[in-house]
């Protein structure tokens, strides 16, 4: 790949993979390129009578396996680019998982923190309207990311039962319990990881009282928090946009799941707890056996990797670590659990919450938690077993395990389906 973006980054992986396996080039070539990101302005009204417009992208990456499935993110910084690279990321991860899915993703560039909740409400509606013709249970399925929430779940899967008079809770997954949500979902992206972790922990050389530090700490970062803290895992360090804290002794998880519910930061939380303020960059090197970046992309690169003491990261951030950081990481002896693999726990959960929505049969939290386990174990251990066979890295693993599924899909379909002439 010759470009240094985001995407181009992505797209090594996808290079490397296919090195390790005997795949026709027409299937790289399809899996280099989105298959149609529409990108369009919502306008929308404000509380004080004026307007204002935001940018906003949905990418559907590839269908191959079925219709493409991604949650929508509400931030400033975002992109029509990360779009797509968290496009082709849901692609990877889905076939990882065997879910019956490609990859799609959207997003609106906008802080979301700066509108009342009647702006949010006017906001997510809007970008239902405007993606109504893209989305749809058996098109492209979106699901919450960052910033947003099972609330804006539900207003969006309402505004699409509006415009179409129909119900039909399986075009949006992450909804509230009350219009169809799962059981399950809120910690689903958590638990996937906590599961991963606990089933590879000998493998991984992570004993049960192992320590952790996390750096994002929301739906991702608070839950794994939780889920570690009632393993008998010590949390030691976490962060949010505005700081991070460390106790080495260990932090009182539900005191800062609390805080922050309530608004709070967490340097705001640090003398309560008893935990030092340190610079945010600071987490990433602290003495912790399990690194855990739950924010977003390109947090650890190749100026930092080499301070990073753990010996395992779990990405349940997607993209977290560059390209060039894995070198150095590798070269360290660092296991990086890859994002399309640590991650996937929230895709499964939607995965049932759709089945559920299509069947009009709800699972109890008990099967929804049996079904994930199964599902995290088999490919988790499918992806380990690839790893030490052909002597690479567990991302590598992922991609080759996820690419061989997508190449003998894609060459079903027949290559003249995508190439003309
Ligand atoms: N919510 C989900 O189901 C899934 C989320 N992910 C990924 O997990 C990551 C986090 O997503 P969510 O937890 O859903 O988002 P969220 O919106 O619930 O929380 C994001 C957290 O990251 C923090 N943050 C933002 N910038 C930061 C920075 N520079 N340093 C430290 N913390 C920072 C925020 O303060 C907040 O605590 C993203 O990469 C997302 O794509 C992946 C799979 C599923
Ligand atoms: O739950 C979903 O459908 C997608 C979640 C997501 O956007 C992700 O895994 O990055």
Redesign the pocket.
Known sequence: MSGDSLLDRALVRLEEAAGHLQIDQDVIEKLKYPRETTKTRLLIRMDDGSRKSFQAWRCRYDDTRGPTKG?I?FHPHSTMEEVET?AFWMTF?CAVMNLPYGGGKGAVQVDPHSLSKSELERLSRAYVQAFASTIGPDRDIP???????AMIMGWMADEYSQITGQVSPAVIT?KPISLGGSLG?ND??ARGGFYLVRNLASELGLDRDHTVAI????????YYARLAASDRNTVIAV????G?IYRPGGLDVEALIAG?SSGRRLIDMAADQGAHAID?EE?LSVEADLLV?????D?ITADNAARIKAKVILE?????VTPGADKILNDHGVVVLP?ILA?????TV?YFEWVQNRQGFYWDLEEIHSRLLKIVEREGRAVWSIAKERGVSVRSAAYIHALDRLATAIEAHGTQSFFAG
Do not use: C, H, I, W
Request: hydrophobic letters at 35%; zero cysteines; charged letters at 15%.
């Open positions: 949650g993110r968290l991860k699901a919450p990311d960052v910033y947003t929430n992450g979902r689903a992206t750096q994002g700490f929301g739906n991702a970062g608070q962060s949010d946009s505005a991070a922050k945010a987490l970046p739950a924010a977003l992309e947090m349940l951030a997607n993209g977290p994002d991650n996937a726990g929230g895709v939607s």
